[in-house]
């Protein structure tokens, strides 16, 4: 009888692990990968060197990730971004600094809307842009921007869900501005080693028995049981559980109502950087097709960019197959950056849509317009269920930082008790 079991070690998971074992808890985490760290992921490349296939990036305002990253020793890599930038379809420097300029006061704009506003009852976040003066460059900026970075279309996105989610997100860094040298998923692997044989792996839960006398997970490998229990998935993932007897009503419809992200990374690895030589910085910003994205996650010794395709695209991308995406993303990035680009050393391509155990990527998002309360109905639980998330976070929702929030919040809990 375990004081706490945890299903989930990504970095919610493993947070709260950490916590709760400082508070003297016995704590045990199952895992049903057989590596940690949820959407946070790394893998070998062609050319034998280890580079991060999931979430990777952070930036000084991050303040929780970042500490951890200097606890553990990591060094960072921080991209300069120097030089111009590249649109496609291509823009005059003047038109392109406009466009992204517009983009940016579009996001900005939403965010100091109250999401409670009647006038926007109703409204999806692409309703909303239609109404806005902008031109189309800007808008068409502005659309690219959100399905790359939130991997959904916006014609379906609650407007208030997008104003509440996003006012959470305060950074005034680039959040690109770091990333760990030795992968984001070696600081994972960190926090899983202070656990040690507290984390067992490959242990999918199939079913969560529970009542008031306490929780017993059954896995294909055996029964589990527990005080209590912290579910740490992404809510469309906690939604897939076998639940004995049936969550509440309200309950399973808050877990219900969210909807994972659709992406694809590629790591393109280079013999040089050309495209410094060329005076570019390597970003490629793409308003069509839209949540296309690239940038410079290189070294000096391993010169690199990595491309994204996020929301509505990479579920038409997916169906080509990978070989096709590789050839088409190396043909977009031979018409930004020049014929150089058709040459890379390497490319690792991770399709994150409808990953069997994170049900995608970056992070789920509330797709039901009156679904106000999900995230509150959520942190709530119903005890001794306690569900715990980076979507839910008070702050970073969707990353690396909310996650360990997440993780440390709900773990506060059983320290106040």
């Not at 806005?132 to 502005?142: G, N």
């Not at 169906?319 to 043909?331: I, K, N, S, T």
């Not at 930082?401 to 440390?408: F, K, L, M, S």
Request: charged share 25%; glycine share 8%; with cysteine.
């Amino acid at each position: 009888m375990h004081d706490v079991i945890i299903i989930g070690a990504g970095f919610t998971g493993l947070s709260a692990a950490l916590e709760l074992t400082r508070q003297g808890k016995d704590v045990l985490v199952l895992e049903a990968r057989d590596r940690v760290a949820g959407r946070v992921e790394s893998q070998v490349n062609g050319l034998g060197e280890r580079v991060d296939t999931g979430g990777q990036f952070a930036c000084d305002d991050m303040v929780n990730v970042m500490a951890l990253l200097r606890e553990h020793g990591h060094g960072l890599v921080s991209p300069a971004f120097e030089g111009q930038a590249v649109s496609v379809p291509p823009l005059p420097s003047q038109s392109l600094a406009r466009a992204r300029q517009g983009a940016m006061e579009l996001r900005e704009r939403y965010v100091r809307m109250d999401p409670d506003d009647p006038a926007i009852a109703g409204l999806t976040v692409a309703a909303w842009l239609a109404r806005q003066p902008e031109d189309s460059d800007q808008k068409a900026a502005f659309r690219s921007m959100l399905e790359g970075l939130w991997c959904q279309p916006i014609d379906e996105v609650p407007l208030w869900y997008m104003i509440d989610n996003d006012r959470r997100i305060t950074n005034e860094q680039f959040e690109l501005q770091h990333f760990p040298a030795r992968t984001m998923h070696a600081l994972a692997e960190d926090l899983a080693a202070e656990l040690g044989e507290r984390v067992r792996l490959s242990t999918p839960a199939r079913q969560v028995e529970w009542s008031s006398d306490g929780v017993t997970v059954a896995t294909p490998t055996g029964r589990f049981e527990a005080r209590e229990i912290i579910v740490a998935l992404p809510p469309s993932m906690a939604a897939r559980l076998d639940y004995a007897p049936a969550l509440p009503a309200s309950l399973a419809h808050a877990l219900s109502v969210w909807r994972s992200g659709a992406v694809i990374k590629l790591f393109i690895r280079y013999s040089g950087a050309f495209w410094l030589d060329k005076g570019l910085s390597g970003v490629v910003m793409f308003r069509e097709p839209a949540g296309l994205f690239a940038c410079d996650t290189g070294k000096p010794e391993l010169p690199a960019l990595t491309g994204f395709i996020g929301g509505p695209s990479a579920l038409e991308w997916r169906e080509r197959g990978m070989e096709r995406v590789r050839a088409d993303f190396l043909a977009y990035l031979i018409g930004a950056l020049g014929p150089e680009a058709a040459a890379p050393l390497d490319v690792l391509v991770r399709d994150w849509s409808y990953d069997q155990w994170s049900g995608g990527a970056y992070s789920d998002l509330i797709m039901d317009m009156d679904a106000r309360d999900a995230e509150a109905i959520i942190a709530a639980g119903a005890s001794p269920l306690h569900f715990a998330c980076s979507e839910i976070s008070p702050e970073y929702p969707g990353y690396v930082e909310g996650a360990i929030v997440a993780g440390r919040t709900v773990a506060e809990k059983f320290g106040r008790n």
